[in-house]
């Protein structure tokens, strides 16, 4: 009967494209790996493997084989890393996605913190808007806020996201507060456009009753710090999530509005590629990043 390290042997042929490359790395000679893997398709009855002078392919056969072996090694790698965690602490290198919003505020400190608690780690993260192909990319999590489309990925709920609006106090001396959420179509509301819809149309509620405001202004932009700036300018009336503007609002800079009505809320999610055991670093960070989002919950 095969041992697992003919498995392993043939997963590393299929990630290197090569007997000679995989030989070297196992630390054997290519004719000793070619016998390993001619043994290995013996005892399964089928061919894995296309060798030609030029290059290697894997079979239909070989391709279902490959799926499996690299999610066993998968497993046998993070069991290890587990193991060793006690006395040498994680290893190795996580790559992240956010939104850069998350990036400048919170999310990086918390981050940074998590390699300094576990020094042989490190974390490499994107600072990005738009949502990339994580496993196209080679990212290993996203953080991302809204409504998950990809059933390919797992989205695991960090916090809720309260948006407000708010303006400078220098625009409410020239154009007066507004009373209701209608009032707000009378004043020049700068509409933020990184968003799949509602970016002119405002979403409040009071008790049971839902409001839609149809909003317009001169100016509008993707990037919420660059609404930021225009309100702070004292330009006009922004719409946005609270924790990219609470330092102003503490300050005193900014002002809510209509602080009796509720704004929008979305999900901020961890989000990650379907396996069916997850990396234990990957999951540390996810549980790091959620208690100090937690920790400084009235950011939100």
């Not at 392993?8 to 630390?27: H, P, R, W």
């Amino acid at each position: 009967m095969s041992n697992a390290s003919e498995l392993a042997l043939f997963s590393l042929i299929v990630e290197t494209q090569s007997f000679n490359k995989a030989a070297k790395l196992a630390g054997i000679s290519p004719a000793a790996l070619s016998k390993k893997i001619s043994k290995l398709e013996k005892f399964l009855g089928i061919q894995l493997l296309y060798r030609t002078t030029r290059r290697l392919s894997l079979t239909e056969a070989g391709e279902v084989l490959y799926s499996h072996t690299k999610e066993i090694n998968n497993q046998v790698n993070d069991a290890l890393s587990a193991v060793s965690s006690f006395s040498e602490g994680l290893s190795g290198t996580i790559k992240m996605t956010v939104p850069t919003i998350s990036g400048e505020l919170i999310l990086a400190q918390a981050v940074a913190e998590f390699c300094q608690l576990h020094p042989k780690l490190s974390v490499q993260m994107r600072l990005e808007n738009e949502f990339v192909d994580l496993v196209k990319e080679g990212q290993d999590l996203a953080i991302r806020t809204g409504v998950l489309v990809d059933s390919s990925l797992i989205a695991k709920l960090l916090l809720t996201s309260n948006w407000i609006v708010c303006c400078a106090p220098s625009y409410i001396e020239k154009n007066g507060t507004p009373q209701t959420p209608q009032e707000l179509s009378r004043h020049n509301c700068m509409a933020y456009t990184y968003q799949d819809k509602g970016a002119d149309d405002w979403y409040f509620s009071q008790a049971d009753e839902e409001y839609y405001v149809k909003i317009s202004g001169n100016f509008s932009s993707n990037n919420s710090q660059a609404l930021r700036k225009a309100a702070l300018a004292g330009y006009g009336i922004v719409y946005v999530p609270r924790c990219s503007v609470y330092d102003d609002l503490q300050q005193g800079d900014l002002v809510q509005l209509l602080p009796e009505f509720n704004g929008r809320q979305l999900g901020i999610y961890a989000v990650y590629p379907y396996t069916k055991h997850q990396s234990q670093k990957v999951r540390l960070l996810i549980e790091h990043i959620k208690n100090s989002y937690q920790q400084q919950v009235e950011y939100f």
